[in-house]
């Protein structure tokens, strides 16, 4: 189930319309590409309904937001929702300042997203949720993740994929916990947004958001552990990873996750 959603994206490579963070752009787009996708990172207002024409899937990442991107955004979201393409959210530092939250608002009033991913504190504040990560031990985490993806899941009607120490998936009503990953992920820069880039590649595949949130991120975190087993530290591993995400047979990925699936309660 896992490994086809990933094969049909290295056999049909599909376009995946990123309008991202520019800090990681290039990362990003090496990831995808080695993934099996073809990326395209257009954001100018004046082209942008054009290429949502010829894309498969997007992804919107709130990353170094500009008023222009936003206005791209929210063009590019409408057109695609119009269109039937998929799409995913990646509401990145959405607590950080009421613009952010305003225009993550703003966005999901206007289409509703395929899948929404971020971290604890992320999904913790679009859900109003009070977070505090520090001292939060891991059976402590791994609840307050369940309960704020089901909350995400319930508000926004959506695939919820809260990434962490242990990831949580629903969709409000099957549920996955995924234990993949290394603990370089969290000290290279652009990984979770490359989380975000290959569950889009994948939604444009795969017709349950569900299962391809999980696909990609199983794959995404097992390359993770391949490629920490060659690092010496996080500069190393930063490269290492695209070679994992090439060259990761699926049967592997399949045989090294560490999934628990259940339905909520």
């Known amino acids: 189930m896992l490994s086809k959603a990933v094969l049909k994206v290295k056999e049909r490579k599909p376009l995946v319309h990123h309008i991202t963070n520019e800090v990681v752009m290039n990362f990003t787009a090496n990831g995808t590409l080695a993934y099996g996708a073809s990326p395209i990172m257009a954001k100018s207002a004046e082209e942008i309904e054009e290429i949502v024409n010829q894309a498969d899937s997007m992804v919107l990442n709130l990353g170094t937001i500009t008023p222009n991107k936003a206005k791209a955004m929210l063009t590019a979201g409408e057109k695609a929702a119009q269109l039937g393409i ?4 990646d509401p990145v530092g ?49 609840k307050r993740f369940l ?25 409000g009503n099957r549920k996955a916990k995924l234990f993949n990953g290394h603990e370089y992920l969290p000290i ?31 794959y995404f975190e097992v390359a993770s552990e391949k490629a920490g087993e060659k690092a010496d530290g996080p500069g ?8 994992e995400l090439y060259q990761l047979e699926v049967q592997e990925m399949e045989k090294k996750s560490r999934i628990k699936w259940g339905v909520l309660s």
């Open 236 to 243: 190393s591993f930063a490269v290492y990873l695209m070679d």
């Open 86 to 89: 998929p799409i995913i959210i």
């Open 94 to 142: 959405v607590g950080a300042s009421s613009y952010r939250y305003r225009l993550f608002q703003d966005l999901i009033s206007r289409f509703r997203p395929k899948v929404i991913r971020g971290n604890g504190a992320e999904m913790a504040h679009i859900v109003d949720v009070s977070w505090k990560h520090r001292g939060v031990d891991a059976i402590e985490e791994d």
């Open 188 to 218: 290279v820069t652009g990984t979770g947004c490359l989380a975000t880039a290959l569950i889009g590649a994948t939604l444009s595949v795969e017709e349950d958001p569900f299962i391809a949130s999980i696909a990609a991120l199983t």
């Open 147 to 171: 309960e704020i993806a089901q909350a995400v899941a319930e508000r926004y009607q959506t695939v919820t994929v809260v990434t962490g120490k242990t990831d949580v998936i629903t969709d």
